[in-house]
């Protein structure tokens, strides 16, 4: 087959990763594979020779008013799909799957659209939400990460979807035997959703009691300058680190002794399924829109806590800091996921509900 991904970009994201680690695979199966990047052509992630990537640069229309910036985009997005004639197209991410649900509309193609975090949340407009339903009709096939998030759609849109979770990156380290370092880690975009407040808050109750253990957070963001006063009004320069976008995170994480993830709501959070896969004991809310539990049995491969509850994270990361045994218990069963979630279990799967969406 021909498949065709829209994305915004291939920036440093997890829609982003899984979108870079599908084409690749489906590459290597012997489709031919064509990534649109409505954005710009930023692409963080290494690409199959042969995957075709082509920029629709519609940045570059930001000095026109909304109406016509969006005319524009999907003129573009339907402009290259002509010139690929695809067997199939599938798009990532709310506003993008709403311009290729329109954009494509009239032409005989099967469009694939897939939710990658909370659709209850993302978009944050209710009138987009709105637009969405619309664009929805248009859509032949619904790929969602989690059972919340299928069920949040109506029964028709459900009959024609599916659920598959994120694939692990391909190229994950072994997973790590030895004496853990006293380090606390988080991995995520420095931005509203990840609740970044909520863990430093819960760490300055750890560190009374654990004075050894330092907290590494991995990322990027809007709120890196907010994150730095926080931890200096309380004091916790030295204790608490910014490491920044880290692009062999994994190298960097895997001898520590707990990963924290503090997120307010998640689609299916790749950080914290590759900790998972790297044996770390992992503690995550238990966020909507269920992607976290889906991935986590409570007490048995990690912990869930109820978001935004500062208490029960200071609990739960006691817990592990002081048992190694249950810590180690933890994350001997976390690296059951990498069976679950291999690239080739996932991949196998999302070809298959292709193949079944093209023929229906």
Request: net charge positive; aromatic share 8%.
């Amino acid at each position: 087959m021909k498949i065709m991904f829209y994305i915004p970009s291939l920036g440093s994201g997890g829609a982003e990763r899984v979108i870079s680690t599908l084409a690749n695979e489906f590459s290597n199966s012997g489709n031919d594979v064509v990534i649109g990047l409505i954005r710009n052509d930023i692409c963080c992630y290494e690409l199959n020779k042969n995957v075709v990537t082509t920029s629709l640069n519609c940045d570059e229309d930001m000095g026109f008013n909304r109406i016509k910036r969006v005319k524009l985009r999907r003129k573009k997005i339907r402009n290259l799909y002509l010139q690929h004639k695809p067997d199939v197209v599938i798009s990532f991410l709310a506003t993008t799957n709403i311009d290729v649900c329109f954009a494509l509309k009239n032409e005989n193609v099967p469009v694939i659209v897939s939710e990658r975090n909370d659709p209850s949340v993302e978009p944050r407009s209710k009138i987009k939400k709105i637009i969405r339903k619309i664009a929805y009709l248009y859509a032949s096939g619904f790929v969602f990460q989690t059972e919340d998030a299928k069920n949040y759609f109506s029964k028709k849109i459900q009959k024609k979807s599916t659920v598959i979770i994120n694939p692990l990156y391909a190229n994950l380290p072994d997973v790590f035997k030895g004496e853990r370092e006293n380090r606390i880690v988080a991995v995520g975009r420095l931005n509203y959703q990840k609740n970044y407040p909520l863990l430093i808050d819960a760490y300055s109750e750890i560190v009374k009691e654990f004075p050894d253990y330092t907290l590494e957070i991995y990322g990027k963001g809007e709120l890196e300058q907010e994150l730095h006063e926080l931890v200096e009004s309380k004091r916790l320069k030295g204790n608490v680190n910014f490491k920044g976008f880290c692009s062999n995170v994994h190298e960097e994480i895997k001898k520590a002794s707990l990963f924290v993830m503090s997120s307010d709501f998640e689609g299916m959070p790749n950080a914290l399924l590759e900790a998972l896969a790297l044996g770390i004991p992992c503690i995550s809310t238990d966020c909507p829109c269920g992607g976290p539990k889906t991935l986590i049995k409570n007490g048995e491969n990690g912990l869930l806590v109820p978001i935004k509850d500062k208490g029960a994270l200071v609990n739960a990361i006691k817990k592990v800091l002081s048992d190694k045994v249950f810590a180690e218990n933890l994350g001997n069963n976390a690296t059951k996921i990498r069976e679950i979630a291999s690239v080739d279990v996932i991949t196998s799967k999302w070809l298959e509900y292709i193949e079944k969406t093209v023929n229906r």
